[in-house]
């Protein structure tokens, strides 16, 4: 039997400052869990067991620390540890983990340039991580232009970038950046049906390419 868990993640939470456009229309965490949400009802019509790491918008107890930064650090153990614990309760060869975000270009002050999707993967990554990375790639360039963007991309499909939910979880992990919330024709297309649609269908068919090809 092929790998049949997917953890899905989400980004951030609502106390953590920035991490949404210069006009504060778009929410990066509220994007991200209900792409999360949606992405994980599909696959569960599929016959995939899908787990999400934290819905909440808001920290729980065991995040809550003396100022964000504090926070964010213990949200983050939070979610390394539960996808660690799924890992070990199904075994970490039958689970992948993809955490869902939307990238920025710069402080969230003003409008910036670069648009487009991409994925990271960890600079330790197995295999299994690159190749959950290129499927979750090509996936995004089967949904067009306004997905993929105007960034330059490596030829491996993916990015390389040291952080800390892709070095500690022990599955096959991969971070996606879902176009840019810092560009107003990005941040204009993912509030659209047609963007939201886009951006949980290459998710699904990511997943799926992969789960199929390692069956």
Known sequence: MGRKIIILGTAHLSTTPGK?????????????????ESVADILDQKGYSVFIDYMSNKPCQQMKGSDWKQEQSRELSYRKDFVNSICKKFGKDKCIYVSIHVDAAGNGSKWMEARGFSVRVSPKASEESRKLARCLYGSAQNEGPDVTGNRAVPKEK??????????????????????????????????????????????????????????
């Open 20 to 36: 949404c456009s210069p006009d504060g229309k778009f929410k990066e965490y509220a994007f991200s869990r209900k792409v999360a």
């Open 158 to 215: 993916y990015w390389v970038q040291n952080l800390y939910i892709l070095n500690e979880t022990v599955c096959p992990a991969v971070l996606t950046e879902n176009l840019f919330q810092d560009n107003v024709k990005d941040v204009g297309f993912l509030m659209s049906e047609k963007g939201y649609n886009a951006i949980v269908n290459l998710h699904v068919n990511g997943i799926v390419e992969y789960m199929e090809n390692n069956d």
